[in-house]
């Protein structure tokens, strides 16, 4: 192989640049490979760089911070090899073997696959928050050697360290900025250096699940939440401090998010202020989530293995203060227990695990802990089976807070319609924080109209969208955060309206936000556009559409009821 080439790209490069040089790595293996198994390829050798970079670079600050306290350099190397001065900054000991500059320089051999599972193993036994999570898959029948050194020598020209976080913008909606990161860290101490070099990585992780959330297909769904509907989840919630729990945690974003929301509020001094706990049941997704969140800094309790929550909960005694969370839409092969405790408002049937998620979820609230659940839209109003009882059971219960109907196309990997649900154990009170009275009250927010077409079948909540959400609920709540922006609830037509328990009840607890929100006050004249009136009005047609066949599915089940 001839020698790598040097990237003639001049300083550091921009987000988008690193993202689409990062790309290039998939591509290496698209053709030997499904998207599922170049997965955990790129992934793997990403953080087996970022980790590399990150030791070099502390390394020579250690390096630095020895010759200027006048310490001769023959000495430096007790220092240099001194775990502790690694690992109490943050950064993982990252053993010889499995430095990327001794891989690099075998990247053209035939036994680069072997020598890369050795330094995926070498990194586990000395980062014991690591066992069991990198992949060892690089040596197998099948795999493509040559393209493997290519793939290791393209990632030679990305590195994650050295880059300014401070002077990146915002994303744009598409998630795509492309603003320069600025100059080295030079100057910057070891922890925010280190902070910021994970930022990058992070940033870079995230985009590389969605792309190949994307490339799965359906699958992909499996492992991966829309980041603005994570966004939207963890905004309305707002979790500060506390236990953070996700039962069907994926890949990890909802935690990261969280802390993202805690950086963001309080500085980077609180990012400990939230404790989080998962479970996940598929071992590579599981493995992907530990990655994740060693990536973010995060210390997190997802389990020693990957386990099936309903068959065996691995955080028994757990009581968490917020519950984020995506299960599964519609599950229908579900480990199902007719005694189990966890079915306090109903047993679930066999054939769909919503509510079973719905009951799991409430029974690991905490005395004022609340949650936000994605889930189907059939949750909202479906009777068969014992579901509208469950359903009913819940609001008199007094503990479903809000519920927002989604917009279409957020999920690219279905094409199922979803809503959220939010749960309060308390809705005077969030943990020590007092709110506004709303027991006996439920809000609904109908948000079908809102987001983004990103393209022609992806949309997404802007960020003018979160906010016109969460403040509508944090109003609601009397959240400190809305009393600080001078913000006070109002029903609006068309988009929220508060509602008793009582006039649930007449609707036969169905949760359907349209049902509530009525129609919005259009001021409608003559000289509207023809193209607005056109999208206007199919944007109500619809609306009738799903509420006829809503009641047609209905009334077919009360026939069959009568039948039976």
């Known amino acids: 192989m001839p020698p790598r080439r040097k990237s003639a790209q001049a ?27 170049y997965k955990d390829f790129v992934l793997g050798l990403i953080f087996l760089k ?26 430096a190397e007790e220092f240099l090899d001194d775990v502790d001065e690694y690992t109490g900054q943050g950064v993982f000991w990252v053993p010889g073997q499995a430095r990327w500059e001794h891989i690099a320089a075998s990247a053209g051999s035939a036994g680069i696959g072997e020598l890369l599972n050795a330094a995926m193993d070498a990194v586990m036994r000395t980062n014991p928050a690591l066992t069991g999570v990198l992949p060892r898959i690089f040596n197998g029948e099948g795999v493509d050697q040559h393209r493997l050194g290519e793939l290791v020598d393209l990632l030679g020209d990305a590195r994650f360290t050295g880059h300014r976080a401070t002077e990146r913008p915002a994303p744009t909606p598409t998630g795509e900025d492309g603003a320069l990161f600025g100059e ?8 925010a250096a280190t902070r910021l070099a994970r930022d990058v990585l992070g940033e870079v992780y995230e985009y590389f699940l969605e792309r190949f959330a994307r490339a799965e297909g359906r699958r992909g769904g499996e492992f991966y939440t829309p980041a603005s509907v994570v ?33 963001a509020h309080r500085g980077l001094t609180h990012s400990g202020d939230i404790a989080v706990y998962g479970q996940e049941s598929n071992e590579r997704t599981w493995r992907l989530a530990k990655m994740n969140l060693a990536i973010h800094g995060i210390t997190g309790d997802l389990s020693t293995r990957w386990d099936d929550t309903f068959r065996n909960d691995r955080h028994p005694d757990l009581r968490a203060d917020f519950i984020l969370a995506n299960p599964p839409f519609n599950m229908s092969d579900w480990a199902r227990t007719v005694d189990d405790q966890r079915w306090r408002y109903g047993t679930p049937p066999a054939g769909n695990a919503n509510f079973a998620w719905l009951q799991h979820i409430i029974a690991k609230l905490g005395s004022r802990g609340t949650a936000g659940v994605v889930m189907a839209n059939g949750s909202m109003s479906s009777r068969q089976s014992g ?7 819940l609001v008199e219960a007094d503990l479903v807070a809000c519920m927002i109907a989604l917009p279409p196309q957020l999920f690219r990997t279905t094409q199922i319609p979803a809503c959220l649900w939010f749960f309060a154990k308390d809705k005077g009170q969030l943990g020590a924080r007092r709110l506004a009275e709303r027991r006996g009250e439920t809000l609904f927010i109908d948000a079908r109209d809102m987001g983004t077409m990103i393209d022609r079948t992806e949309r997404i909540l802007t960020d003018g969208d979160l906010e016109k959400i969460t403040d509508t609920y944090r109003a609601w709540r009397g959240a400190k955060s809305a009393r600080d922006k001078g913000l006070a609830y109002e029903n609006i037509p068309g988009f929220c309206y508060s509602a008793s328990t009582e ?26 556009p023809m193209a607005e009136k056109i999208e206007r009005l199919a944007k109500e047609l619809f609306i009738h559409f799903e509420e006829s066949a809503r009641l047609e ?3 077919r089940s009360q026939l069959e009821r009568l039948d039976a």
């Open 11 to 37: 300083g550091p490069p921009t987000m988008a640049q690193l993202r689409e040089t990062l790309w290039k790595t998939a591509d290496k293996l698209r053709g030997s490979m499904d998207a599922a198994q």
């Open 184 to 191: 080295s860290t030079a100057g910057v101490p070891t922890e």
């Open 387 to 393: 579901e509208g009882e469950i359903r009913a059971a």
């Open 231 to 263: 966004r939207l989840l963890v905004e309305v919630l707002e979790p500060y401090e506390g236990r953070v729990y996700d039962p069907c945690c994926g890949s990890g974003g909802m935690f990261v998010q969280a802390e993202k929301f805690v950086v």
């Open 503 to 528: 006039e649930i009840r007449t609707h036969d607890h169905v949760l359907t936000p349209g049902r509530y929100v009525g129609a919005a006050e259009a001021d409608i004249s003559h000289d509207e």
């Open 553 to 555: 599915k209905e009334v």
């Open 50 to 75: 970022y980790v590399s970079d990150a030791f070099a670079e502390r390394r020579e600050q250690i390096r630095q911070d020895v010759l200027a306290d006048g310490i001769d350099e023959s000495r």
